[in-house]
């Protein structure tokens, strides 16, 4: 299934990508792993995918443990403080840096273990409560500039989850709010490469609006199954 799901899915990057004149070689495909098992992962890995996105600290330990360094680790979940220094160690990517005193942390414990920490400032493009990220204005230069200017952070790109609706239009319009946000701080000099957005339900619409980076689940891996603990499964 998961053999079929991925070759389904390129078919659909690279059929939207022909579409919209985008070259699919660009484009990074993140394997959502978050409460699957180490074999799924390993069944995706077999059909050539090399980046998987875990949301929960712990867990990305844990099968960092059992799959090691031949990934490529991408936190893509919420990020307390006070779990930073585990994610330093096993994480390639942190996307939701969305305080400038998570950043500043991220550095601490990145110069602590000899390491420059790629990371993505998570963006809040839509009005909905329980969406995270950076809203105002000055605290995004303030934050992006720490980034840059720090020695142990390489700040690629810009993060943000998009509405959870069917109208399109608003999808599209945070998808768009980010990618000006991009341009806007490449104008004053930045050089980000990275917009990471776009999900199973909505990566088309991302990729139209410059998505470089999707973070696709369900659509790789299926439904997931709450009721059972990942390393069972």
Request: net charge neutral; hydrophobic share 35%; aromatic share 6%.
């Amino acid at each position: 299934m998961i053999a079929q799901n991925i070759t389904d899915l390129r078919r659909r990057i690279e059929r939207k990508c022909e579409e919209i004149k985008r070259n699919p070689a660009e484009i990074i495909l993140i394997a959502v792993s978050k409460n699957f098992g180490v074999e799924d992962i390993k069944s995706a890995f077999d059909q050539g995918l090399r980046h998987f996105g875990e949301n929960r600290v712990q867990e990305l330990n844990l099968k960092y443990e059992a799959l090691g360094s031949k990934i490529t680790w991408h936190l893509i979940g919420t990020l307390q403080r006070n779990k930073v220094k585990f994610a330093v160690n096993t994480a390639d990517y942190i996307h939701s840096v969305d305080s400038l005193k998570l950043a500043s942390e991220i550095s601490k414990h990145s110069a602590k273990s000899g390491k420059i920490q790629k990371v993505l400032l998570q963006i809040k493009t839509s009005d909905e409560e329980t969406k995270a990220g950076l809203t105002d204005t000055t605290e995004i230069l303030d934050t992006a500039s720490f980034c840059k200017e720090n020695m142990n952070l390489d700040l690629k790109g810009l993060m943000t989850i998009a509405p959870f609706t069917d109208d399109e239009t608003t999808i599209r319009n945070s998808f768009r709010q980010l990618r000006k946000l991009k341009e806007d701080l490449n104008s004053k000099g930045y050089g980000l490469t990275e917009l990471s957005m776009g999900m199973t339900d909505d990566f088309e619409i991302a990729l139209e609006e410059g998505a470089t980076m999707l973070r696709i689940g369900s659509a790789i891996f299926g439904k997931r199954n709450y009721s059972k603990d990942w390393k069972e499964i």
